[in-house]
């Protein structure tokens, strides 16, 4: 039971360039979230899944687009990657929103 | 406006004492509050939670009280060992189906 990953651990893109994050859980939740953290800033919503076939805008979500592959996936892209963007990125899941999440280890991501 | 407050960014205490994190909300429709640990370079943990209908409640060293009338919870960890030493996140959580994080408070446990 991996619990949730995320790949790739670390990535350094060029302004403009653009990357997808993968996020994967084996927990059979329902809901899964992107979560950026900056320093003195917490951790950030940016785009959320209630459930398979559904995304929502959190509180940051400009710049970013999600996928929600099916119940176990859900990826984040950046089209255009700026240097604001450098940040890491936490992707997290849950059985019931409100309630516990589990996160993944994150992906440290610097734009240049 | 932050509806999730933790007003101190950083606590140091010595080994073996006590270590009480405070959490301010704003939102009287969030019925249930978690802390999580993070340690560098690893995704946060879930350490601890309590719905609103209590008031405390234990997990070994650690011990969450919640104010509903003040809006405001705590974390106490006693006895405070080195290994505890983390950045510390209270969320609230509520019918909006979302967890609000605050922005943490990093604890050092000195031996």
């Known amino acids: 039971n991996a619990g949730v990953t995320q790949t790739p651990k670390f990535q350094v893109l060029k302004t403009g360039q653009s990357m997808t994050l993968q996020c994967a859980q084996d927990m059979n939740h329902n809901s899964m979230y992107w979560y950026r953290q900056d320093p003195g800033m917490g951790l950030r919503l940016i785009y959320y899944s209630a459930s398979e076939g559904t995304t929502d805008k959190g509180e940051v979500p400009n710049g970013y687009n999600v996928s929600r592959l099916n119940k176990r996936e859900f990826s984040l892209r950046l089209e255009s990657a700026a240097p604001s963007q450098t940040s890491v990125y936490f992707c997290?899941?849950?059985?019931?929103?409100?309630?516990?999440?589990?996160f993944g280890p994150g992906t440290r991501l610097t734009v240049t | 406006d932050q509806q999730v407050k933790q007003n101190s960014p950083s606590l140091s205490v010595q080994e073996g004492r006590i270590s009480i994190l405070n959490c301010d909300y704003t939102?009287?429709?969030?019925?249930?509050f978690l802390w999580y640990k993070k340690y560098p370079a690893e995704g946060p943990t879930f350490l601890i939670s309590i719905s609103s209908i209590k008031d405390k409640n234990e997990d070994g060293r650690f011990t969450v009280f919640l104010n509903k009338s003040a809006k405001h919870l705590s974390l106490h960890i006693v006895p405070s060992q080195p290994g505890d030493s983390a950045v510390y996140f209270c969320?609230?959580?509520?019918?909006?189906?979302?967890?609000?994080f605050g922005k943490g408070t990093k604890l050092s446990v000195k031996p």
């Open positions: 997290a899941s849950d059985q019931r929103g409100g309630r516990e999440q589990y």
């Open positions: 939102n009287s429709m969030f019925d249930y």
């Open positions: 969320a609230a959580g509520g019918s909006q189906g979302n967890l609000i």
